[in-house]
Every structure is written in structure tokens, then in C-alpha cells.
């Protein structure tokens, strides 16, 4: 007999890939459970199916940094209160991030995927659930979105919850509307401009000398409830803003450049963060 919770839950995290960088993702997760009946005619019961699968992905992936463990890309340093990550790019550039060990998740992989971070899941979940459970199943997919998308990285620093971790991210679709009406290559132009991109606020970078004035990467850093955090990461890889990055003000300041580049129109801007939610913004 097989249990199944299609859609269960969607988790945003962010991800390190050799040829594309920090890359910002969102997934949705389903459930199988095949197992034997228990005294109750169950396979297990979904308010345990829910309540521990949603609060294990919640703590071990959502808003956090996927690390494929076995690439060779990656050098690795990690204390007892932190990692220190070297990613080396295909590009010959190298990302560099440090991070209270809970928000960093390395996974028994060489790269990270749907499939192998599932089968990296399931490894880590056999012991949370009841004998009559033989095996389990988990998939996990992307948000179908038929137009524009972006995949972004960011922190917030002041927020009190994961998000202030400095390397999370999301995939998330856009709707722009020029004078009222819905513009297609307004759309475009920012999902090509922000593909795979690391929002960042100026007020975050990083003020020692060697930082500033590096030519080729952008040094962030700041401490926060979690800890302290910092992320090097090449410039062309990178758009600063001069707030802070939450989808309030990205909505908000694709409002304004466009409105800057084009005085006499009127802009509505819906952007998403991640699935279903986000903010709107008019200039």
C-alpha cells in the first residue's frame, strides 16, 4: 500500500553549481509512503507525514545553502560554529561564503539536483518514520511558470527569522505592466538581466581595504541573530541596490529604474518571491 501528499510543501533555498554560481531555487515536494497497514487500516498517519517531513525540510533546506559535498570544486574549512566554503567556478573565478553551520546544508553529492538532493533527503528521513513504513519516495519539482523568471540570491540582515542568512534564494516569475497594459519584453529584459543573480545591498559590503577595492568581486558582510556571515562573489554576478533586498523593495526598484528609463509611462510591477507570494510596486 502507498501513502502519497502531492504538494506538500515548496522550499526556497539557494544552491552552488560550477558553471552558473550561487544560483536561487524553489521547489515543491511530494510524498510516498509504501508501507504496511498499522492497527488504525494506516500506512502512517498524515498528520505525522506532514508535521515531520514539513519541519525536517524546513530546518535542512529551506532558506539555506546547498553544498554539493563531493565536488571537486569545493574547498571546504568548518569550525565548530561555522563553515568556511572556497567554490571554484568553471570561469576560473572563486565564490566564497561563511556561514553559521545552520545555514549551510552539505549534501553526499557531486552536484545538486531534484534527484540527487531527493535521494541525499530520503538517506536522512528512513528513521523518522513508524516500522510499517518500508520505503518513501520524495520528488521534487519546479513551479511551472510560462512566462519570464528569475533565479536570485540574497540576505536580510535585519530579519529575525532564516531569511537574514546571507545566501538563500528563490526562483521567482514577474508581471510588469506598462500603461495598464501587460509588457512582455519589459518582463524579459529583467528575468535576462537578474538569471542567476546575487542581490546585494551596498550598506552590506564590506569595508576593509582589500575588499573595496577589489576589481573583479563584491565582499559582504554583516552579523545578525544566527552570526556572523560573509560572501565574495564576482561582480558580474552581482546587482547592488541601495536597500535592503526584500521583495518589497526589489518590486519597488524595478518600478523606479523603469519608470527613470521611461519618464512618460506609467509601471505596475508584481514580483514574486518564490511561489504564490511577493509584492506589487507602481512608478
Known amino acids: 500500500m502507498r501513502l ?52 525536517w525540510l524546513d530546518q535542512t533546506l529551506d532558506h539555506c545553502l546547498l553544498v554539493p559535498e563531493k565536488s571537486p570544486a569545493l574547498q571546504l574549512q568548518t569550525t565548530h560554529a561555522s563553515h568556511g566554503i572556497n567554490w571554484h567556478l568553471e570561469d576560473g573565478n572563486i565564490l566564497k561564503c561563511a556561514s553559521p553551520l545552520q545555514a549551510i546544508t552539505l549534501v553526499d553529492a557531486e552536484t545538486i539536483s531534484p534527484v540527487t538532493v ?87 559590503l564590506s569595508t576593509t581595504n582589500e575588499s573595496a577595492f577589489d576589481p573583479d568581486n563584491y565582499a559582504f558582510f554583516y552579523c545578525s541573530g544566527q552570526g556572523e556571515f560573509s560572501l565574495s562573489i564576482p561582480r558580474n554576478r552581482c546587482y547592488l541596490i541601495g536597500t535592503d533586498s526584500t521583495v518589497e523593495f526589489i518590486a519597488q526598484h524595478i518600478a523606479n529604474t523603469l519608470k527613470q528609463e521611461n519618464p512618460n509611462d506609467h509601471f505596475e510591477v508584481k514580483a514574486f518571491e518564490g511561489i504564490g507570494k511577493g509584492a506589487i510596486a507602481q512608478a
Open 4 to 55: 502519497f501528499v502531492d504538494n506538500l510543501t515548496n522550499v526556497d533555498f539557494s544552491y552552488l553549481d560550477t558553471k552558473r554560481g550561487l544560483v536561487g531555487e524553489t521547489w515543491l515536494a511530494s510524498i510516498e509512503l509504501d508501507g504496511t497497514l498499522d492497527a488504525q487500516g494506516m500506512v502512517c498517519d498524515f498528520g505525522i507525514v506532514k508535521k515531520k517531513l514539513r519541519k
Open 118 to 204: 531527493a535521494e541525499w533527503c530520503i538517506t536522512q528521513l528512513r528513521s523518522q518514520f513508524p516500522s510499517t513504513v518500508k520505503s518513501l519516495k520524495l520528488d521534487f519539482t519546479p513551479e511551472v511558470i510560462a512566462g519570464p523568471s528569475y533565479h536570485y540570491s540574497h540576505g536580510l540582515k535585519k530579519h529575525d527569522g532564516n531569511c537574514q542568512r546571507i545566501a538563500h534564494g528563490h526562483r521567482s516569475k514577474i508581471e510588469i505592466k506598462r500603461n495598464g497594459e501587460i509588457n512582455p519584453s519589459d518582463m524579459a529584459q529583467w528575468a535576462a538581466k537578474w538569471a542567476d543573480i546575487y542581490i546585494g545591498t551596498r550598506e552590506d
